[in-house]
């Protein structure tokens, strides 16, 4: 992975970059003026990597993960996904490129409450218009071991077993690229190095390229590479 | 995605929430109610026309002084309808050397066509019958009476002897009120060889036809083509007013529950969809998160309303055809023709309209899950900045406006409703915004109070929806529950016992004293004598008026034939002067008195001229005053009053009316016998069958407010539940930080009585003022005033209801554990 030393702009030439900023930035209006809650950050993710983002709390971690993502655009500054640009798109675009190459991983879960696990996990092949979306979804289950709770509905299922239902749902369409927003923030230690377990396999075994939004040290060690947050900066750098 | 699949697989599960549910008994209750009274009110305008049908004795006919051609007899035929021919005419009757004024009805054998003829024999025993063979007749009780005579003795008609046969019980000839009594029914046969019927015979000829509906249209216009100048079309349509009134009314009132029952329906389906948009926020986020279009959202979200709209609406559609015909059954005897075939359009109306509820309600919020986006997953406050002005809202008004119209049947009552729901709105919303600048701080309130006080201003949106949706319910509770009622009551009370249940025509000016006097020895009361003479308006303004310059058709009625006019000292009874001034004692020159109507058809205002020609003399009056006239109070009653100084000199006859009651009624064969020339006029089964349709209306309608009731309670839950998931977690949260129960049962109770008191009050104002906007203008009942004490009790009530509600709404809340209720948040 190439990377932005602090806020220097480099546009990476690496053809095989999955995810690219370039310059992003991102401010709000608040009650008392503009509000920058990123600036300046440029980064590229190689397919394959794993890249953590660390920092405190407010420091925009999960701005930029939805940056990233697609879920929103940057006020200045150009995001590429999966070789696409993606910061000039309308919604409708980048929901249709999220549908295909991206996954999902929460902190709290979110899994539809009306839908059983099965279901949920069916979702992202569906969207997609796949007719072969149940059986895929109970491979999937099976892969972190919830065969057996497939018909159970979220609010029967412990935290851990929701959020690996969670992750079921993130690996059942293949996605190229997967985001995890603080994946064991909501899970004890044990059930949480679980989940970490577990997510890592799969990200390995499915060749996914996974950007990593976690407080939890620990689970950012276990990426390829890390970048840290402070203010909407890039503090710190690290090469893949 | 398959949004279908989709919608159905979250239906299942989200049924259990709530919001659900309320939309589907929303729908189900909106669609029973429309249905019903729809499907009611076809059923009884059918009724009406058919009950009308036997009044006239036919479906069509022509009524001419000519006898029926033959090739109106052969056109019916060709269109495979029944026919028949009577012939009307007075004529004295002589038996035991004494004589009687009689009104002859002479008929073939196919009368009647429609309704029924009873006789009785000697023994009193009724049977069905049609026209007497050659050789006998049918007679009235007061022609027996008046010439002494009973069954099987012998009557002089003419120079024939006929032999009575029986007497008639009922016949159907309800649509000649004026139609001389007493009635003998005999044998066209013999009336002609009798020579009753000579030419120059004083004689009224009517065929009648009977048979399919496109065969009696057909029919319709061809007499229309070839009836002679004499000839009058008669249809159902024109009799039968009062009955037609009385059921309009009727109408009207079951159509004000059903609509308010479907506009409370829609409050809750959008206070219903308002929370179940804000529970669906996070789930369309995940979805557009992973990739969903903004259109595969819209149509899960639309395939899921349709899903629940579609049984919901049959299930109710279902329930209105029950009810309709639980009602029909227990009106049905109000008719004696009644049909067993239900109509189902208005059920595929109603049907539509429940769509056309649910989704002009819903729609708003749920089209605004379109624009959440996705970062929302991650950033809860993103997408849930408000909109200052959102075009989607105004649909539901839209489809409300457009459900009153569709639904009301009469401009008039549209309007009226509209308004004053809107007014209430409006109303509600000021006062709502005043209310919470009131309460905002809250000082001097214990601690619990002031809390739930200051609640009010924190969640304003919220508060102010609460604040307007229950206003809205309440005021239709409040129409529904005080106000129909005692309209109901004051329409009741238009036909008192003492109505005039008799008219007396014809009374030559020197027969009056002694037949008033007669008629006071009698014990009858509230009568009421007035001049009748006959004029022809001539011109108005001093220009023959063109029955072709006046929209209304009614026009051509007095323009082409005549005037009845009277005269009077002081403004008759059931009369009101609304515009102008009663007539001076001494007029400088002639003046008359119209009716409101008249000013509508013949453009008429105050100062203009009406000539009318009376005789050869022709008086020339001017317009002083218009006056609002109850015609259905049952008494003598006229379009133009000339006053009494210009009317010295002109021919009259008088005309009385008077209410006798049934023990006296003996005391008038008499008094026909002695005044042979005069016309009584029997209304008693008419007053009788419309104080029968009114307590059958109040009945039905109380069977379509319990619709309206349940719709309204549904509101209030709905209205509460909107504010309950914020209210949960704030009651944990205080849990948690150690309010006890009665804290915040003190806090909900401070906040809910406040606003229930505030809507109650609303409420009350605007159904009262609704009221009486509706008895004045929709109803014509000018006596009423709304009920105050009940209207006061309304606003105790609802604010006691509104408290216990919210109380028990948070009673569960207060009981569940404040780590659950945070956790779940």
């Known amino acids: 992975m190439n990377m932005a030393e602090k806020n220097d702009v480099r546009i990476s030439n690496d053809v095989e970059a999955e995810i690219s900023a370039v310059d992003v930035s991102k401010s709000v209006e608040g009650p008392e003026g503009r509000i920058d809650i990123l600036s300046s950050v440029n980064f590229d993710v190689r397919k394959g990597a794993s890249l953590a983002i660390v920092g405190a709390s407010g420091s925009g971690k999960t701005t930029l993960l939805g940056l990233l993502a697609g879920l929103d655009t940057p006020t200045r500054g150009e995001i590429t996904l999966a070789g696409t640009r993606i910061d000039a798109l309308d919604e409708e675009s980048r929901a249709a490129l999220r549908r295909r190459y991206v996954g999902f991983l929460f902190q709290s879960f979110h899994l539809l409450p009306a839908l059983n696990a099965e279901e949920n996990v069916m979702l992202p092949l569906e969207?997609?218009?796949?007719?072969?979306?149940?059986?895929?979804?109970?491979?999937?289950?099976?892969?972190?071991?919830?065969?057996?709770?497939?018909?159970?509905?979220?609010?029967?299922?412990?935290?851990?077993?929701?959020?690996?239902?969670?992750?079921?749902?993130?690996?059942?369409?293949?996605?190229?690229?997967?985001?995890?927003?603080?994946?064991?923030?909501?899970?004890?230690?044990?059930?949480?190095?679980?989940?970490?377990?577990?997510?890592?396999?799969?990200?390995?075994?499915?060749?996914?390229?996974?950007?990593?939004?976690?407080?939890?040290?620990?689970?950012?060690?276990?990426c390829a590479a890390s970048v840290h947050l402070d203010g909407g900066k890039l503090a710190t750098a690290a090469h893949a | 995605m398959k949004p279908m699949s989709f919608a159905w697989r979250t239906l299942r599960r989200e049924f259990r929430y709530g919001e659900l549910a309320t939309l589907a008994i929303a729908l189900i209750l909106a669609v029973a109610a429309l249905g019903a009274v729809a499907t009611l009110g076809q059923r009884v305008e059918h009724s009406v026309v058919a009950s009308a049908a036997e009044f006239i004795g036919g479906d069509v006919g022509l009524s001419s002084r000519e006898p029926p051609s033959p090739e109106l007899s052969n056109e019916a035929a060709r269109l495979g309808l029944r026919t028949s021919t009577t012939a009307n005419f007075p004529t004295v009757l002589f038996a035991g050397g004494k004589s009687q004024l009689a009104d002859i009805r002479a008929a073939d054998a196919g009368f009647p066509l429609r309704g029924e003829l009873r006789v009785s024999d000697t023994s009193g025993v009724e049977r069905i019958a049609h026209t007497p063979d050659m050789g006998g007749v049918f007679a009235e009780h007061r022609l027996l009476a008046a010439l002494d005579l009973k069954i099987g003795d012998p009557l002089q008609i003419g120079d024939r002897t006929l032999r009575i046969a029986g007497e008639i019980q009922r016949e159907?000839?309800?649509?000649?009120?004026?139609?001389?009594?007493?009635?003998?029914?005999?044998?066209?046969?013999?009336?002609?060889?009798?020579g009753l019927l000579a030419t120059g015979s004083r004689a009224r000829y009517r065929i009648m036809a009977a048979g399919e509906e496109r065969a009696v249209a057909d029919f319709s216009t061809f007499i229309k083509a070839h009836k002679p100048d004499s000839g009058e079309l008669v249809t159902v349509e024109q009799s039968q007013q009062n009955l037609r009134s009385a059921f309009d009314r009727g109408e009207a009132f079951l159509r004000l529950a059903a609509l308010l029952a479907a506009l409370l329906s829609g409050i809750a389906v959008a206070l219903a969809s308002q929370r179940y948009a804000r529970r669906k926020t996070d789930e369309v986020a995940l979805l557009r998160c992973l990739g969903a279009s903004a259109n595969e959202v819209t149509l899960a979200l639309a395939s899921t309303l349709a899903m629940l709209a579609v049984p919901a609406c049959a299930i109710g559609a279902a329930l209105g055809l029950g009810l309709q015909e639980v009602v029909f059954a227990f009106a049905k005897n109000l008719l004696p023709v009644t049909s067993s075939v239900i109509p189902l359009a208005p059920t595929a109306a109603s049907f539509a309209v429940g769509l056309a509820v649910l989704f002009g309600f819903s729609l708003p919020p749920l089209l605004r899950l379109r624009d959440v986006p996705p970062v929302r997953i991650f950033q809860r406050a993103a997408g849930s900045r408000v909109r200052r002005f959102d075009a989607l809202y105004l649909i539901p008004f839209a489809v409300s406006a457009l459900l009153i119209y569709v639904e009301s049947d009469t401009p008039k009552l549209a309007a009226i409703l509209s308004a004053s729901l809107f007014g209430v709105a409006l109303v509600s919303l000021v006062a709502g915004l005043l209310l919470m600048r009131l309460v905002r701080g809250a000082r001097g309130f214990a601690g619990a109070i002031r809390f739930g006080l200051a609640n009010l201003s924190r969640r304003r949106a919220l508060s102010l929806l609460q604040i307007v949706s229950l206003a809205l319910a309440i005021t239709a509770l409040d129409l529904l529950a005080v106000v129909g009622p005692s309209l109901l009551s004051a329409w009741r009370a238009e036909l008192p016992a003492d109505t005039p249940n008799y008219f007396l025509i014809n009374i030559q000016p020197e027969q009056r004293d002694d037949i008033v006097a007669r008629l006071k020895a009698a014990k009858a009361e509230n009568i009421n004598a007035l001049p009748l003479a006959v004029s022809k308006l001539v011109a108005i303004n001093g220009k023959p008026p063109r029955a072709e310059d006046y929209q209304d058709k009614r026009a051509a009625g007095w323009i082409n034939g005549e005037t009845r006019l009277s005269w009077s000292d002081d403004v008759p009874p059931s009369n009101r002067v609304v515009a102008g001034q009663w007539f001076s004692a001494h007029p400088a020159e002639p003046e008359v008195s119209v009716d409101e109507m008249w000013t509508e058809m013949f453009h008429l205002a105050l100062g203009d001229t009406l000539t009318l020609r009376i005789g050869d003399r022709d008086i020339v009056a001017k317009v002083t005053s218009v006056r609002g006239v109850r015609w259905d109070s049952f008494r003598v009653n006229f379009f133009v009053l000339l006053d009494p100084a210009s009317a010295q000199g002109i021919s009259y006859s008088d005309i009385a009316s008077f209410h006798l009651p049934a023990v006296s009624a003996d005391a008038l064969a008499p008094l026909t016998r002695d005044y042979p020339n005069l016309s009584l006029i029997d209304l008693n089964a008419l007053i009788d069958r419309i104080r029968d349709i009114i307590a059958r209306v109040g009945s039905a309608v109380m069977a379509v407010l319990g619709f309206s009731l349940a719709a309204g309670i549904l509101v209030l839950f709905a209205a509460l539940a909107a504010t309950a998931d914020e209210r949960r977690f704030?009651?944990?949260?205080?849990?948690?930080?150690?309010?006890?129960?009665?804290?915040?049962?003190?806090?909900?109770?401070?906040?809910?009585?406040?606003?229930?008191?505030?809507?109650?009050?609303?409420?009350?104002?605007?159904?009262?003022?609704?009221?009486?906007?509706?008895?004045?203008?929709?109803?014509?009942?000018?006596?009423?005033?709304?009920?105050?004490?009940?209207?006061?009790?309304?606003?105790?009530?609802?604010?006691?209801?509104?408290?216990l509600a919210g109380l028990a709404g948070t009673r569960r809340i207060t009981r569940a554990s404040p780590l659950l209720v945070l956790r779940r948040a």
């Open chain 2, 730 to 803: 704030e009651s944990a949260l205080l849990r948690t930080l150690g309010a006890n129960r009665r804290q915040l049962a003190q806090a909900v109770l401070a906040e809910f009585t406040v606003v229930g008191l505030l809507a109650g009050v609303i409420a009350a104002l605007g159904a009262g003022g609704a009221g009486t906007w509706l008895a004045r203008s929709v109803f014509r009942i000018s006596t009423y005033l709304p009920p105050l004490m009940p209207l006061t009790l309304s606003i105790i009530a609802a604010a006691i209801l509104v408290a």
């Open chain 1, 127 to 222: 969207l997609d218009g796949r007719s072969d979306a149940r059986e895929h979804a109970r491979a999937a289950l099976h892969d972190v071991g919830l065969d057996a709770r497939r018909r159970h509905y979220p609010h029967q299922l412990s935290g851990g077993e929701q959020q690996r239902v969670a992750l079921a749902r993130a690996f059942v369409h293949r996605p190229r690229i997967l985001f995890a927003d603080e994946p064991t923030g909501n899970l004890d230690q044990k059930t949480g190095r679980v989940v970490g377990d577990l997510l890592f396999e799969l990200n390995r075994s499915h060749a996914t390229t996974l950007v990593l939004v976690t407080h939890d040290l620990t689970l950012a060690q276990r």
């Open chain 2, 172 to 194: 159907p000839d309800g649509g000649e009120l004026f139609a001389l009594a007493p009635r003998v029914l005999m044998s066209l046969d013999d009336a002609k060889s009798g």
